[in-house]
């Protein structure tokens, strides 16, 4: 469920403030019911975004989040790298985005068992990189 306000506009000093949000996300995790709070801010304004078009923008963000930094973090490593400096993180993200673009280009949606899969068959990974 989502709330919003304009009422702080003017009393919050943040360049562009235009919009409170009070999100309420609801799940069911291992049969108990758990309930979260979250806030955010907005400099778009209820002229061109009301309440539903903003859970639209949280839910479009949310979709990126589980489908490709998710996959980054978990299924190819991203967090546990220890590549820091220059541009080789910079580098090793390209690669990885454009491993999964190829991999999902090629059909497939199960990423983390294409992934080890693939890691024994250099045959299937050229046919990917012909694609």
Not at 59 to 85: F, P, Q, S, Y
């Amino acid at each position: 469920m989502i709330e919003t306000s304009n009422r702080l506009v003017g009393h919050v000093d943040w360049p562009g403030f235009a919009q409170a949000i009070r999100l309420t996300r609801t799940r069911i995790l291992g049969g108990e019911r758990q309930t979260e709070i979250s806030y955010a801010i907005t400099s778009v304004d209820r002229e061109r975004a009301d309440a539903r078009d903003l859970l639209k923008f949280v839910r479009g963000h949310w979709g990126i989040e589980n489908r490709l930094h998710w996959v980054r973090d978990v299924a190819m490593g991203e967090d546990k790298c220890r590549a820091r400096t220059g541009a080789i993180p910079q580098n090793l993200a390209a690669l990885r985005n454009a491993t999964l673009t190829l991999v999902r280009a090629k059909g497939h949606n199960a990423i983390t068992s294409t992934l080890r899969r693939l890691a024994t068959k250099p045959m299937e990974i050229i046919s990917i990189l012909k694609h």
